[in-house]
Antibody, heavy 120, light 108 residues
Framework: QVQLVESGGGVVQPGGSLRLSCAASGFTFRSYGMHWVRQAPGKGLEWVAFIRYDGSNKYHADSVKGRFTISRDNSKNTLYLEMNSLSDEDTAVYYC?????????????WGQGTLVTVSS | EIVLTQSPATLSLSPGERATLSCRASQSVSSYLAWYQQKPGQAPRLLIYDASNRATGIPARFSGSGSGTDFTLTISSLEPGDFAVYYCQQRSNWPLWTFGQGTKVEIK
């Protein structure tokens, strides 16, 4: 079955950087788009970024544009989120999610998430 | 940006009762609307996509309806595992996906 396992979260100081990874298995990774979604403690869901199946196009929410970069390595079945210039507003659980198609569709399924805490 | 407003914020019901959740979009999203369920400490799960299609493995007691700006998620008879937070999401404004703020269905 489809499995998505995030890693790389932790505590980072304001202004710092972090790279999240999402290891995918159970499906043909190179055929599907992938998303990152975050959820601040006690809050709702916020879409962060999307990358097409072949990595040809990437899209980021305005709140992270210029600071975060989504990427993928189809040879390693792995999705990444490079996060720079982190602020306390970026504190959240970060989920990766498989797109229903290659081109931007619904999110199914989701990984269990990795917690990023920005704090001095 | 398309804003999704969910109501009510909290719904207090008993097992066996019918739950009706609402999601209103700030502009038409056609049928490009989905519903997700999130239980405490868990990742969200896709329930309904394209307004009325059940995702794989989702029980028939979950149903979605609506188009344009007004949408409804109905749970025909609540089971203990259905008490959770439910989010609507739109993809009409691709590639900018947005979520509603959520409706918590709690045990009365």
């Amino acid at each position: 079955q489809v499995q998505l396992v995030e890693s790389g979260g932790g505590v980072v100081q304001p202004g710092g950087s972090l790279r999240l990874s999402c290891a995918a298995s159970g499906f043909t990774f190179r055929s599907y788009g992938m998303h990152w979604v975050r959820q601040a403690p006690g809050k709702g869901l916020e879409w962060v970024a999307f990358i097409r199946y072949d990595g040809s196009n990437k899209y980021h929410a305005d709140s992270v544009k210029g600071r975060f970069t989504i990427s993928r390595d189809n040879s390693k079945n792995t999705l990444y989120l490079e996060m720079n210039s982190l602020s306390d507003e970026d504190t959240a659980v970060y989920y990766c999610a498989k797109d229903q198609s290659g081109d931007g569709d619904w999110f199914d399924p989701w990984g269990q998430g990795t917690l990023v805490t920005v704090s001095s | 940006e398309i804003v999704l407003t969910q109501s009510p914020a909290t719904l207090s019901l008993s097992p066996g009762e019918r739950a009706t959740l609402s999601c209103r979009a700030s502009q038409s999203v056609s049928s490009y609307l989905a519903w997700y369920q999130q239980k405490p400490g868990q990742a969200p799960r896709l329930l309904i996509y394209d307004a009325s299609n059940r995702a794989t493995g989702i029980p028939a007691r979950f149903s979605g309806s609506g188009s344009g700006t007004d949408f409804t998620l109905t749970i025909s008879s609540l089971e203990p595992g259905d008490f959770a937070v439910y989010y609507c999401q739109q993809r009409s404004n691709w590639p900018l996906w947005t979520f509603g703020q959520g409706t918590k269905v709690e045990i009365k």
